[in-house]
């Protein structure tokens, strides 16, 4: 029977209620006495040499505060990157500057050239058109292999080439690969397109800046993942503002999923200029505006290679990927292409020869970093569609090639790198099979016939390394940062409590599933528990929320932090009641003496920490308030099978998903109906990238794809209702919850089945020439490959 | 600058405006109502939908001056007179129809507005309806789910997906 409160239960989101009654304070909702406007003049050239900037004529427009150029900015920091990546050679990667205003050169389309402040947006915007440009156009890199020919165009003329790294996986490892393609039995290539994507939460970012004279503090409002982060990488990075006088406070942000997590030249801007012109300064993005400077996601070229012996068990993988960075190097852009690709590359499978290759490509274009799954979906999608390439040449079934393959003892370390804990992946595809009536997919592929329509259906499984991530070994591997958690438990004197952590909740409904977890662990109605994130104030140090980490880093960080509350609060209740500290229970929030029936009540010895009368203060202090940060050892590593089933219109080449069944493994579950809903939006964003979108340039750097009337995002009607399940579950081996997390999964599972499924339907309709089609497969890419 | 008079939620509000202010503008700016989201600039996104005498409209864009006596209600008036949520709103809550919640006031005046005219849509009239809504969160699943719920279908099919 399901439980109706605490762990495991789908208690109902307290955060509803504000944002259903239009009580949500999101940072464009935040207007600060006198507050002064921002509006970035951008280049609408993708490359160019910038000569002159003359705002003269600008500057005399009513209502202007102050214009800033790049000459304003000269000794200030650039928004800095947060990994270096070390190339084959041993070489640290090439590193440009990213000034906060353009200086020199423009290298993409929205790079911020001027900034004007004013009293209205209105004015800041009308200001920004009188300002007259001089820029020298230069050819614009776009194509990532021509950028790396010799004699191609240089987007930054300090570095060698356009080259950030060229990056091997595992380097010594490469002979035995090539040794395993050679004696392979068969050998099957794919090339493939992992398309550029924009991330597109529906919020647009916002920046408030605020400085106080009298005490020269400085506030950051910013739509972010992680305001901890934000406040170290600007604080000591670009403004040179120690921590303790800059507060970055991110409240309630309507989605991410990655674009919110990285460190923006606006957020260093409004703080810098509300110091400067002595008043709040408020930047709001305009969705055009969104489009060319929030970072994109994925963008990668790839061929892999999958070598099997006579008997299909697979013995080598090798991939070449070329890997788009956009202009300038985002917080966590190098890392996406490497430490989160290539060490996912061994999949669900037991394959022991594995080389991945990455060359990271500077282009005229956004700069390109994490987007929900960041890597991990650009290695599901390369590996789950060569195996189901590798089973049509071998004409074997694609479910039995996987099964067949599966790694089935844990722990198991890859040759990638990375230890898989725990997982089972017969128990995921055998839940999936129960979940999609295979045996009845002729018949309704006949249906369909009889409707003129091809069916396919598309099968594949996924991996990915959440629960970022063990500060040491990241470390090691470049990271800049540690990516530990914190939390915070205050008790109050009558018993409910406050919980402050450095996770960020941005539609995860933490201040929900938190709290269902210290409640349940002291046994005290949800009610009591109250959770405060997003502001650098009021929570300790935490790196904040991405890659499928809260439940499972910050989680674990509170579970910490309340084990210590418990055990001091059986120390006070040991005191009241006389007894020996080893014999105090703790259940359903009173303690109890064990074997006797004396007990006191949670809210007793709250009140006792508080109000010390009778107290043990010769051994503990008084109050009850404890913090805890938990660095995990390992990664977690959710894993599962999704299916995909698709109708085709053959006169249009329009693809029509049918049904999508997911069975994931995250391990143990806080709250089924919100870990559901995560699942839900994932697969849309991932039925999105394999149908719908696609951030499309043209040879110039002029971004074709700037609105949502051209940049196709998914609604309603273009995604079914969807079967999930999570009951295959393997928990996590070492964290204290056994939680694997699931904010990525979904689009990390679900476009290789898409693809998958329409290739299984134009094979069935006898186009057999059809082994791949890049994504988007949009009605005339589909049209087009049915007519060769 | 132009006075412009109106009733929003039930209460006569004015204010001064420019030609070019939008409604959504008005709402958020001059009223200090910001329920209402602004989430895109091509009227595609449908955050800030609201009703104007008693129609779904993107607040994005009308302009503030054309709606001079109109009668505007938002998500600020959605609940009931206790305060506790509408019945639309009530199913959003209970089906986890809303992650981040920015898109929510425009999903949640989009679905009332579905619900007067066709008190009891199916799946793929909802779908379609939505068509000018965008989430980024929900997948739409538990949004469709709840809208059906609110008119009173069984969703207990549904939930069994």
């Known amino acids: 029977m399901p439980k109706d409160s605490g762990i495991g239960a789908s208690s109902k989101r307290r955060e509803d209620v504000r944002f259903l009654t239009g009580q949500g304070r999101y940072t464009d909702d935040i207007n600060l006495l006198g507050q002064a406007y921002v509006h970035f003049l951008r280049s609408d050239v993708a490359h160019g040499v910038l000569k002159n900037v003359d705002t003269s004529a600008a500057a005399a427009m009513p209502g202007v505060v102050r214009i800033f150029t790049g000459a304003d900015f000269e000794g200030v920091g650039g928004v800095p990157c947060g990994w270096q990546v070390t190339d084959k050679h041993g070489e640290p990667m090439q590193e440009p500057a990213h000034p906060i205003l353009a200086q020199g050169k423009v290298r993409y389309v929205g790079d911020a050239i001027a900034a004007v402040v004013a009293d209205s947006p209105e004015q800041a915007r009308d200001a920004a058109e009188a300002i007259m440009l001089d820029i020298d156009e230069l050819p614009a890199v776009v194509d990532m292999k021509a950028a790396v020919q010799d004699g191609a165009t240089k987007v930054h003329d300090d570095l060698t080439s356009n080259l950030c790294y060229d990056w091997g996986f595992v380097e010594e490892n490469k002979p035995a690969v090539d040794a395993a393609f050679e004696a392979a039995a068969h050998v099957t290539t794919l090339e493939l397109v992992n398309n550029r994507l924009s991330p597109n939460p529906m919020e647009p970012r916002v920046a408030v800046g605020d400085y106080a004279t009298g005490t020269d503090d400085s506030t950051l409002y910013t739509t972010s993942q992680n305001p901890h982060v934000i406040r170290l990488l600007m604080g000591a990075f670009v403004l040179g503002i120690p921590e303790h006088k800059l507060r970055v406070v991110a409240p309630d942000v309507g989605g991410g999923f990655g674009s919110k997590i990285f460190h923006y030249v606006e957020e260093a801007f409004v703080t810098f200029a509300a110091k400067q012109v002595k008043r709040p300064v408020k930047w709001t993005s305009s969705r055009s505006e969104a489009f060319i400077t929030d970072a994109h996601g994925r963008d990668h070229v790839t061929k892999i290679e999958l070598a099997l012996d006579a008997d299909n068990n697979f013995t080598g993988i090798r991939t070449e990927t070329y890997a788009n960075m956009g202009a300038y190097l985002s917080t966590f852009a190098p890392s996406i292409p490497t430490w989160l690709h290539g060490t996912l590359m061994a999949g669900n499978y037991k394959t022991p020869n594995i080389y991945v290759n990455v060359k990271a490509v500077f282009t005229n274009t956004v700069p390109v970093d994490a987007y929900r799954g960041a890597g991990r979906p650009e290695a599901t999608f390369q590996l789950e569609r060569v195996v189901d390439k590798a089973a049509r040449e071998l004409g074997v079934d694609p479910i039995e090639l996987r099964r067949q393959n599966f790694i089935t003892e844990f722990p198991y370390a890859t040759p990638v790198a990375v230890e898989y804990d725990t997982g089972d992946y017969e128990g995921t595809m055998t839940k999936l099979l129960e979940m999609i009536d295979r045996d009845g997919f002729e018949a309704r592929r006949a249906e369909s016939a009889a409707n003129g329509k091809l069916r396919g259906m598309g099968v594949n499984c996924y991996i990915e390394a959440c629960g970022i991530a063990p500060s040491a070994l990241v470390g090691q591997l470049g990271a800049r940062a540690g990516l530990y958690e914190s939390a915070t438990v205050r008790v109050n004197a009558t018993g409910g409590l406050v919980v402050m952590t450095g996770s960020h909740s941005h539609g995860q409904g933490h201040e929900t599933s938190f709290a269902q977890v210290v409640a349940d662990m002291i046994g005290i109605p949800e009610d009591q528990v109250e959770i405060v994130h997003g502001d650098t104030a009021n929570t300790p140090m935490g790196m904040g929320t991405y890659g499928s980490r809260s439940i499972a880093v910050g989680g674990s960080a509170m579970v910490r932090a309340t084990e210590k509350i418990i055990a001091k609060a059986k120390k006070i209740a040991a005191h009241l009641m006389e007894a020996a500290e080893g014999d105090i229970e703790l259940k359903d929030g009173a303690f109890s003496v064990a074997g006797t029936d004396k007990s006191v009540a949670w809210g007793d010895v709250t009140l006792a920490a508080y109000v010390p009368h009778n107290y043990p203060l010769e051994e503990i202090e008084p109050g009850l308030e404890e913090t805890a940060f938990y660095d995990p050892n390992n990664f977690t590593y959710p894993a599962g099978a999704y299916a995909c089933e698709v109708e085709i219109d053959p006169d249009t080449g329009k693809v029509e998903i049918m049904s999508f069944a997911a069975a994931d493994d995250f391990g143990n579950v806080i709250n089924p109906m919100i870990v559901e809903g995560q699942v839900h939006g994932g697969l849309a964003q991932g039925i999105g990238q394999a149908l719908l979108e696609n951030v499309s340039y043209d040879e110039n750097g002029q971004l074709l794809s700037a609105s949502y009337m051209d940049y196709t995002m998914p609604r309603a009607d273009d995604v079914p209702m969807f079967k999930v399940d999570h009951s295959s579950a393997t928990p996590c081996t070492h964290n204290p919850l056994g939680v694997k997390g699931c904010g990525e999964a979904g689009a990390i599972g679900s476009p290789p089945s898409v693809v998958n499924a329409v290739v299984d339907a134009l094979q069935r309709a006898g186009h057999t020439d059809v082994t791949h089609i890049d994504m988007p497969l949009t009605p005339a890419r589909v049209w087009s490959a049915m007519q060769n | ?161």
């Open chain 2, 1 to 161: 600058m132009t006075q412009v008079s109106m009733t929003v939620n039930g209460r006569a509000v004015s204010g001064d405006v420019e030609g070019r202010t939008l409604l959504s503008e008005f709402l958020r700016e001059g009223q200090r109502m910001t329920g209402t989201h602004v989430g895109c600039d091509t009227s595609q996104c449908g955050a800030c939908v609201v009703h104007v005498n008693g129609e779904a409209v993107k607040s994005c864009t009308a302009l503030a001056l054309d709606l001079e006596g109109a009668e505007v209600k938002t998500i600020e008036g959605m609940a009931n007179a206790d305060g506790s949520l509408g019945v639309i709103q009530q199913a959003f809550q209970d089906h986890h129809g809303l992650q981040c919640g920015f898109c929510t006031p425009g999903m949640v005046m989009s679905a009332a507005a579905l619900l007067k005219d066709n008190p009891k849509p199916s799946e793929q009239e909802v779908r379609e309806y939505l068509e000018g809504n965008i989430c980024r969160c929900t997948g739409y699943h538990n949004i469709v789910k709840a809208i059906m719920a609110a008119s009173g279908q069984d969703v207990s099919a549904i939930a069994a997906e």
